[in-house]
């Protein structure tokens, strides 16, 4: 009884077995195998085509260009009295007036030669000042020379694609992996994957 159940069991199992194979091969034929379902499209409806080959296009070689930019530089202004005698000058006649306007006989005297002397003294640093801080600016150009282009760089991809069994290329800017969106028989979406 035992091998009858087994033997049973077998032959319903075998006789499942071919029953889904062949509804599995029915489906497929239906819909023209797997290069038609490329080409009817995905569960969106949309229209794919089986891409047959990428090419990468290559740039050409470009020469060596020149670039330039204007700058801005500041720099100190060149000094034409180094040894501030000017300042001195100034500073000594407008202290000795000053040291004049004060007292009388002796006192003035000793007065005026005072604020000349200290009168040279602040005019000397105050030019030396003024020719430490004074600044000015120009515009200079600076040029460099950058390197071309070897022609190694890809700027495209030539895509042949095949769909209901006719061959068509185009220019795309990327490689677009194995299968593109047409519509009408053209890429339509060209970054379909």
Known sequence: MNRLVVSAL???FAGFLVFGLSACNRDANADGGVGAMAQQGGPDGAKYARVVSVTPVRGAA???QQVCHDEVVTTHK???DTHQIAGTAIGAVAGGLLGNQVGGGKGRTLATVAGAVGGGYAGHEIQKNHQENAT????QR?????PGSSGD????????YEYNGVTRTVRMDHDPGDRLQVQEGV???SDAH
């Not at 000015?136 to 515009?139: A, E, H, V």
């Not at 760089?153 to 042949?160: G, K, L």
Request: glycine fraction near 4%.
């Open 78 to 80: 060149p000094v034409q």
């Open 10 to 12: 077998h032959v319903g």
């Open 142 to 146: 600076h040029c460099t020379t950058t």
């Open 62 to 64: 470009s020469a060596p």
């Open 153 to 160: 760089q890809v700027v495209a991809y030539d895509v042949s």
């Open 136 to 139: 000015q600016q120009s515009t």
């Open 187 to 189: 890429v339509a979406v």
